[in-house]
């Protein structure tokens, strides 16, 4: 079974940083597309920032500057790294990629979440 596998999240105070992890595993060819997500309590799930297979990046305009997506093709892993926390900036957040498995078919999974929380 392919999976992604989130950690990285937590308790942190306004103005720090943290790192998320999203690990694919499985019998994974190639990954292409991934997103980060997150859902603040209460409102729906807003798209954060995304990386395409050739390195194309985009933000919403709530995290630019202060939040970066990243990825290593070779671990099948990606990042999203933030900084300059903010209080707005706590939710769940979630990985999203697609790609093609070693059978050659197309995937597209979601990671479980991981809890990010910004005192101020």
């Known amino acids: 079974q392919v999976q992604l596998v989130e950690s990285g999240g937590g308790l942190v105070q306004a103005g720090g940083s943290l790192r998320l992890s999203c690990a694919a595993s499985?019998?994974?060819?190639?990954?292409?597309?991934i997103r980060w997500y997150r859902q603040a309590p209460g409102k729906q799930r807003d798209l954060v920032a995304s990386?395409?297979?050739?390195?194309?990046?985009t933000y919403a305009d709530t995290v630019t500057g202060r939040f970066t997506i990243s990825r290593d093709n070779a671990k099948n892993t990606m990042y999203l790294q933030m900084n300059s926390l903010k209080p707005e900036d706590t939710g769940v957040y979630f990985c999203?990629?697609?790609?093609?498995?070693?059978?050659?078919?197309?995937?597209?999974?979601w990671g479980q979440g991981t809890q990010v929380t910004v005192s101020s």
């Open positions: 999203y990629a697609n790609g093609i498995l070693n059978t050659r078919s197309s995937f597209a999974l």
């Open positions: 499985g019998s994974i060819f190639s990954l292409h597309d």
């Open positions: 990386i395409t297979n050739g390195g194309r990046t």
